[in-house]
């Protein structure tokens, strides 16, 4: 069983299933509104490659924290939207909120390059919030995120090479 | 004489209801489960109620209550004790707080209507404060309120209780000690890890309650002791000791509080109150340093030896005896600080307690970089293997980089499989950049005086002024204590009034300018825009809510006393304030943001406030939140989403500084002001996220509004990309803004503030 990256961040008796990156593309491609959020953490390690390549396949991107800078720098900002993860999270729960293309909401939100530890309190809040519709929460970021449905596992950073493989094969089953 | 004075837990609930209409409480639960009480632990995932009938909404906002409840309580009580001990050691005094300060307790005034002119005359304030936490806290038992809202409410009210309780505790040592009364000019002294001399005997002294810190300086300055011994502080009763002597120096914030003990400097240490490590015993053995601890609240298992005579104590702790003792009397606590200090200063002189160069080597090849449990026990997830790997082959950078992101809790060191002690590592690589850091810090001002109020009240209130950015709260750092400083700079640079306080004050002083000039060096210290404040202590960030409310009296002749929802309407409507407390950590903090909130001013936090589980969001499309009433005529007015939010949080500090000009906007900006607070928003969002922020748009009422530099090009975005009716040539908005700029607009969210038809 895999450990929450913060280890303590054991909320509650229900933890987000393991899944395969092959599973979580598939869970990205087969949503009706597929959504990724993305953090600063993007700007490192080249992360923001993966995430243009997502954005790429049609996937609308929120940029939350300064993440926005660097889609703006790339020359890459066709589908991404700028925001606060708090107020993204307020207008997901939002049952009347009509998304950043003003034509509906989401039913798949995927997390990638975020503070581990406000990203988690993202998901949590998701989790029991935005249940009118219901929001799937997946996470294909380095860490195991118990608060979201589907995670991948801890990736260590001396490992990043192994993350971006698994990304990429997240990316392929999109 | 207003209508709420003294108010109950309902008595302002319809302020609170109008505040929670707009900002909605939003829940990230920290925990998914109730352990309260026997029925369970209750599982409330999945829209379940606990065996109490309790949802899980309820739920986050009671333990939410319950933080207030802590932090109200701890300044609260704070101020009692001070009280208590002052009027012993000084008697009571007239509060007399100089030329420059007529309403000298604005928030006493506010919600109790009490006009304190002797210290004594506090007492039925504290009675009121500790019968209302009572009844609040009452208020959490099982079995008691069912509504989210209320529980809300209730968080609100203690708040607003807190900070009420801190300004007694800072009126109170102001006065009996002579702290400064608003000084503009407040003297500058030294701040860092870096300053303390070694050489000295070395007390440390660490907590909030400033007493026992006092009788030290005293004792020192009676026997002509100054000289030989360094007085060194970490947290609030650092700022408030060097607000009594300037021969007091500053460590630093919590965050250095681990560190600093480590590094064996201090002789002695002596606690008071709050925001010390619980292990500081364990910690002070470890070095050989006798603790002397002050409060009763915090007494760790040591011997009260109170009532034994200074020299038995004296002779305990010297010889070791005991690893340290109560002393409950502050004076005698101090005189055997002081001369325990001069004896375990010769004996310690040979204890080496930073690694040797072999010692550091040999736990860094140790270290096999598992990633297993330190980083994942690290609450900021750093990178520690990595950086000992790194330091194995010769490059200490890595590690030495993470002694600022570091918040010196040490959870790492206890899950290390081979016991690495990894605080000491750490502190061992960065020793260069600690024995350098070396600050300036302006001693806390206290208030903000009526004079500089009257200056300055009109252009707040207008916007040329653009906002009051309240820089406060604890180190819990995304990423280091240098993004406090960045915050501040950057306000300063662009005229905005920037007031500091607690660890806020002190780690924005760690940093200088190419020139070599920090913060408080570089700016003014008078309240106008463009200065740099530290206005002193937590307990003194009650000032920063005095100075709105004085605002309101001073400049817009608002009776105060007692009339706590009109001036907090006054304010959120006109005074554009954003409280940033980028490290909130404590329950304390938790209070201080919702005692600012319920005056009507908003609250960014960091990305650990994330955690305290609760915001206040607004949703800036949703037109009848923003619905107020014109007070010339009770008429509607959908006004701007201004403030947006109460309380939000970012993740960076490249996010925050947009967002905090963001919530300096009010409705009732004056186009020029509008103009300045625009420049600002857009600028920043530019500067730090790359872009022209997405909502700016719905903050123009008119062309008047727009920023004259680049009228043309926004009047073109208007029509181009947001369908405005804009007539280029001529430069007119004809039509899209959410209204039109109105001069005489008198907004408000209080039906009886409406005046009726003469």
């Known amino acids: 069983m895999e450990i929450p990256f913060d280890i303590g961040n054991i909320s509650g008796p229900e933890n987000a299933r393991i899944a395969r990156p092959e599973a979580l593309g598939r869970a990205i491609k087969n949503a009706k509104r597929p959504l990724l959020v993305v953090g600063s953490e993007i700007l490192d390690d080249c992360l923001i490659e993966k995430a243009i ?30 925001t606060g993860l708090h107020e993204l999270a307020n207008n997901i729960e939002s049952g009347d909120w009509m998304g950043f293309d003003k034509t509906g909401g989401y039913d798949i939100v995927a997390v990638l390059g975020g503070i581990y530890y406000s990203t988690s309190q993202f998901l949590i809040a998701l989790k029991n919030f935005a249940t009118d519709p219901i929001v799937r929460c997946i996470s294909i970021d380095r860490y195991y995120h118990p608060a979201a ?5 801890n990736i260590s950073r001396k490992h990043t090479d192994e993350f971006k493989k698994m990304l990429d094969r997240v990316i392929e089953n999109i | 004489m207003g209508p709420t004075p003294m108010p109950g837990i309902a008595d302002l609930r319809n302020w609170d209801y109008k505040l929670l209409k707009r900002y909605k409480p939003f829940y990230a639960p920290y925990c998914e489960m109730c352990c309260f009480c026997t029925f369970g632990k209750c599982d409330l995932t999945g829209g379940k109620k606990g065996a ?44 007399n707080m100089g030329t420059g300060i007529n309403i000298e307790a604005p928030l006493t005034r ?4 009490i006009k304190p002119e002797k210290l004594s005359d506090f007492i039925p304030v504290l009675e009121y404060l500790e019968e209302q936490i009572a009844q609040l806290l009452d208020s959490t038992h099982t079995g008691q309120e069912g509504s989210n809202l209320d529980y809300e409410s209730k968080a609100y009210h203690a708040g607003m209780l807190d900070s009420l309780g801190k300004e007694v505790a800072d009126l109170v040592q102001i006065v009996a000690f002579d702290l400064p009364k608003g000084d503009p000019d407040a003297p500058l002294v030294e701040i860092g890890m870096g300053c303390v001399d070694e050489s000295k005997a070395v007390i440390l002294v660490i907590g909030h309650n400033v007493v026992p810190s006092v009788a030290v300086m005293d004792y020192m300055s009676d026997h002509g002791l100054d000289e030989q011994i360094e007085v060194a502080g970490i947290c609030c009763t650092a700022i408030d000791t060097t607000r009594y ?19 064996g400097v201090a002789d002695v240490i002596m606690v008071d109150e709050q925001c010390i490590r619980a292990d500081i015993l364990e910690q002070a053995k470890r070095i050989h340093a006798p603790l002397i601890a002050t409060n009763d609240k915090a007494l760790y298992g040591l011997v009260d030896r109170t009532n034994d005579s200074a020299d038995d104590i004296v002779t305990i702790l010297a010889s070791g005896k005991e690893p340290g003792v109560v002393i409950l009397d502050p004076v005698k606590a101090g005189e055997v600080a002081v001369r325990v200090v001069q004896i375990t200063h010769e004996k310690r002189k040979e204890l080496v307690n930073i690694l040797t160069d072999e010692e550091f ?44 992101p570091c918040v010196g809790c040490g959870r790492c060191e206890q899950v290390c499989k081979k016991h690495i002690p990894i605080v000491d590592v750490i502190l061992k690589a960065s020793l260069p950049y600690v024995k350098s850091e070396k600050g300036m810090i302006r001693v806390g001002r206290g208030p903000v005086l009526d004079t500089e109020i009257r200056k300055g009240g009109a252009p707040l209130v207008l916007g040329t002024i653009p906002g009051i950015i309240a820089l406060v709260g604890c180190g819990n750092y995304p990423n280091g204590t240098k993004d406090v400083y960045r915050i501040a700079k950057e306000f300063a640079e662009r005229k905005y009034i920037v007031v500091l306080t607690g660890c806020s004050a002190m780690d924005a002083a760690l940093y200088r300018d190419k020139d070599g000039k920090t913060l408080y060096e570089k700016y003014p210290g008078d309240f106008a825009g463009g200065c740099v404040l530290n206005i002193g202590s937590c307990v003194s960030n009650a000032h920063i809510h005095g100075a ?18 009109e001036i907090a309407d006054y304010i959120l409507n006109r005074v554009g304030a954003c409280g940033v407390s980028w490290g909130a950590m404590s329950q304390k903090a938790a209070s201080i943001a919702s005692g600012v909130n319920r005056i009507g001013i908003p609250v960014v936090i960091g990305p650990h406030g994330w955690k305290y589980r609760r915001a206040y969001l607004g949703r800036k499309y949703v037109d009848e939140d923003w619905m107020v009433y014109d007070a010339r005529d009770g008429s509607k007015v959908r006004i701007e989403p201004a403030p947006e939010h109460m309380l939000v949080a970012a993740d960076t500090y490249q996010e925050a500084i947009p967002l905090i000009a963001r919530l300096c906007f009010r409705p009732t900006d004056t186009s020029m002001g509008r103009q300045v607070k625009l420049t600002h928003y857009m600028d920043l969002s530019m500067k730090y996220l790359g872009v022209y922020p997405d909502d700016w748009h719905i903050f123009v009422r008119g062309e008047a509004d727009l920023p004259l530099a680049r009228k043309e090009e926004y009047l073109r975005i208007l029509k181009e990309e947001h369908g405005w009716d804009v007539d280029l040539e001529a430069k007119n908005i004809l039509s899209g803004p959410v209204r039109k700029m109105d001069v005489g607009f008198d907004a408000t969210n209080l039906e009886e503030l409406i005046k009726k038809n003469e």
């Open chain 2, 52 to 95: 109490c009938g309790l949802g899980m909404a309820a739920q986050q906002a009671r333990f939410v209550t319950i933080a207030c409840l802590m932090g109200c309580s701890a300044h609260t009580a704070h101020g009692r004790h001070l009280l208590r001990k002052v009027l012993k050691i000084v008697g009571d005094r007239e509060i």
């Open chain 2, 245 to 263: 002597s300037q021969k007091a120096k500053i460590v630093g914030s919590i965050g250095r509080q681990l560190r600093f003990v480590r590094s």
């Open chain 1, 149 to 153: 449905r589907m995670s991948s596992g």
């Open chain 2, 361 to 404: 080597k040999e736990y860094v090849t140790m270290c096999q970089n598992c990633d297993a449990n330190c980083i994942v026990a690290c609450p900021q997830g750093l990178p520690i293997g990595e950086a000992n790997k790194a330091a194995a082959k010769g490059d200490t950078t890595p590690l030495a980089s993470l002694f600022d």
């Open chain 1, 53 to 82: 390549a997502i954005g790429k396949k049609g996937i609308p991107i929120a940029a939350t924290a300064h993440s926005m800078k660097g889609f703006v720098d790339r020359g890459y900002t066709e589908n991404v939207y700028l």
């Open chain 2, 548 to 565: 709105a409310i004085k605002v309101a009296a001073i400049y817009a002749r608002r009776n105060i006393r007692g009339n706590y929802a």
């Open chain 2, 110 to 113: 506010l919600i109790t209507g």
